[in-house]
């Protein structure tokens, strides 16, 4: 079985390349002429120390995240099977539990497998944490969940919201081989969808009072920066999860197929034009409609509100 910290191995890839530079120039200075061998060597431990600084320099603020990983899953339990590998907090040792996770686990991806037509290149690892607080100590105070897409892993915790959890960011393993470039309003929007429900609600129904407010435009979901903002990020997930599902109701999956490959951050409005069919003005006003109709048709009519 797989070591929990192995995978971590992904993200020290710079450091065989730097390992690799070095042994370039050792070599250099080894077969240069003797005159010249003791500048080379000057030169080239001047750029070793340089090179290993600004690498470590950067390495440690872009991965902060990444010791603090580590420490916490190197104790970590395995179990192992058929594509999947989850790696899961000793607290959590009920057996029957984990036996259980484990065939949601294989569930969630037969059905995922079918939805995007291929199943992902390699096993999926899962690291099963006993509490959100765990996760948001390490990744940041707003992270309940995430997935590694290098690693083809995610990182949930045995909540009452762990089954969303899990869908949410298996969907991004699938969605990142169509586009890893995709908007938030894309990307975050298609995971919260395949979710099925938010905090238990359908999605529809749990974004109907933002959608009544219509403080928060579509194009504001387009950019990062305002999507994850700790002012705006719970309303624009769940606003996004209910607009991707609008357009593939109305629209059909493959035009959310080619539209979510097409965009790349640049002209978006008019790639919704290209294969939605309709201006992302129209796109927004149907679906608000939409939102608010229906639970007064639901109600009149005597059915269960959609997700």
Not at 109 to 136: E, Q, Y
Not at 193 to 209: N, R
């Amino acid at each position: 079985m797989s070591r929990p910290v192995w995978i971590l191995r992904l993200f020290l890839r710079p450091v065989l390349v730097l390992i690799a530079l070095q042994c370039f120039f050792i070599c250099c200075v080894l077969f240069s002429p003797e005159p010249l061998r003791g500048v080379l060597l000057f030169e080239h431990i001047f750029f070793t120390i340089s090179l290993v600084a600004i690498f470590a320099t950067s390495f440690a603020w872009n991965n902060r995240w990444f010791w603090r990983f580590a420490r916490s899953i190197r104790r970590f339990a395995t179990v192992e099977k058929a594509g999947i590998v989850i790696h899961y907090q000793p607290e959590l040792t009920s057996g029957v539990y984990i036996s259980e996770f484990l065939q949601s686990c294989q569930s969630e991806l037969v059905n995922l497998v079918k939805l995007f037509g291929s199943p992902l290149p390699k096993s999926v690892i899962v690291f099963l944490f006993a509490h959100s607080r765990d996760i948001s100590t390490i990744f940041g105070p707003r992270c309940g969940g995430l997935a590694i897409l290098q690693a083809n892993a995610i990182v949930v915790a045995n909540d009452n919201r762990v089954l969303e959890s899990l869908r949410h960011e298996l969907a991004h393993l699938f969605s990142f081989r169509w586009n890893r470039f995709a908007a938030p309003l894309l990307s975050e929007g298609l995971s919260v969808w395949l979710q099925g429900t938010y905090f238990g609600l359908p999605i529809d129904t749990a974004a109907l009072p933002q959608v009544r407010q219509a403080c928060v435009r579509l194009t504001s979901l387009l950019r990062s920066k305002f999507f994850f903002s700790e002012a705006h990020q719970s309303r624009c997930y769940v606003l996004a999860g209910s607009f991707t599902g609008f357009l593939i109701r109305r629209y059909g999956w493959d035009c959310y197929r080619k539209l979510y490959r097409s965009c790349d951050g640049t002209r978006f409005r008019e790639k919704v034009q290209k294969h939605i069919g309709v201006s992302l003005e129209k796109a927004e006003w149907q679906w608000r409609n939409e939102v608010i109709v229906m639970p007064i048709l639901n109600r009149r009519l005597g059915k269960k509100p959609h997700c």
